[in-house]
């Protein structure tokens, strides 16, 4: 079934026009029209935008917060599940990513990363047992879906680039393998850092406390960034 067809959000008053998708668009050097079909083609085209908090937008909407992004957990789901590079020619460099679907291309840029951990869901191991740190798991959840979507917190792989504070967890293959991490969820991890000795946060931390344990950071992810934010730091 088509991605917005699965979506009831956008069916009344300012949003009617968005769902309708007759909107032409005229954004960096590019030019599109929601739910166009290129010639030769049966094939329908969108276009979304995904901001730093997660919130995933139709492109061309002019107002973007919590009222106007998708919020049904079942289209999220569909919708992240199927994201990939954009590996088909189109809009590469304007739309890196790409959510197919049957009858549909659905093109994707983002502000950072396209995907965005949220929160953290713990879960017991068992279903007998309420959680402590012993008996518990904590997941990342991702893209606006609760616990539709979630990979495993990993405590030692989180890796924060002390310029521009943004923290970040390793993700699918597929999105990228790197996911950032909400600033909300970022403010209340960055508590848990430890610092090397003497030479204070303009630094990279070295150390991660969680759930009465010490983890050594591997900064595995570090590679994938693709920023010289963290080499700098570390030179300092």
Same mark, same amino acid.
């Not at 991605?3 to 998708?21: A, D, S, Y």
């Not at 094939?43 to 998708?70: A, K, M, P, S």
């Not at 713990?122 to 740190?133: A, G, I």
């Not at 990979?151 to 967890?169: D, E, Q, T």
């Given at each position: 079934?088509?991605?917005?067809? /699965? ?22 050097? /590019? ?23 997660? #919130?995933? *937008? ?20 569909? *919708? ?34 396209? /995907?965005?951990?949220?929160? /953290? ?14 008996? #518990? ?15 495993? *917190? ?43 000795? #003497? ?36 030179? #300092?």
């Amino acid at each position: 079934m088509a991605l917005l067809k /699965i979506n009831k959000i956008f069916t009344q008053g300012l949003f009617r026009r968005q769902l309708n998708l007759r909107t032409q668009v005229n954004t960096r050097a /590019i030019s599109y029209t929601q739910g166009q079909v290129p010639e030769g083609s049966k094939t329908r085209e969108y276009f979304y935008y995904i901001d730093h908090q997660g #919130q995933l *937008f139709l492109d061309d909407v002019r107002i973007r917060n919590f009222i106007t992004c998708f919020k049904d957990k079942k289209f999220l789901q569909f *919708f992240f599940k199927r994201l990939r590079p954009n590996n088909t020619g189109c809009y590469t460099a304007e739309f890196p990513y790409l959510s197919p679907c049957a009858g549909e291309r659905n093109f994707i840029r983002c502000d950072d990363r396209p /995907i965005v951990f949220t929160h /953290i869901i713990t879960k017991p191991l068992t279903e007998n047992n309420p959680p402590t740190s012993d008996t #518990q798991v904590d997941l990342l959840s991702y893209g606006g879906a609760g616990d539709l979507l979630t990979v495993p *917190f990993r405590p030692s792989a989180i890796c924060m680039l002390p310029k521009s504070g943004r923290i970040y967890h390793p993700s699918t293959t597929k999105s990228g393998g790197v996911g950032l991490i909400k600033s909300s969820l970022a403010i209340d991890l960055s508590q848990h850092f430890e610092f090397p000795l #003497q030479k204070g946060e303009s630094t990279p931390p070295s150390h991660f406390n969680w759930n009465n344990k010490r983890y050594e950071l591997t900064n595995e992810i570090v590679e994938l960034l693709n920023d010289d934010d963290y080499e700098t730091s570390t030179d #300092q």
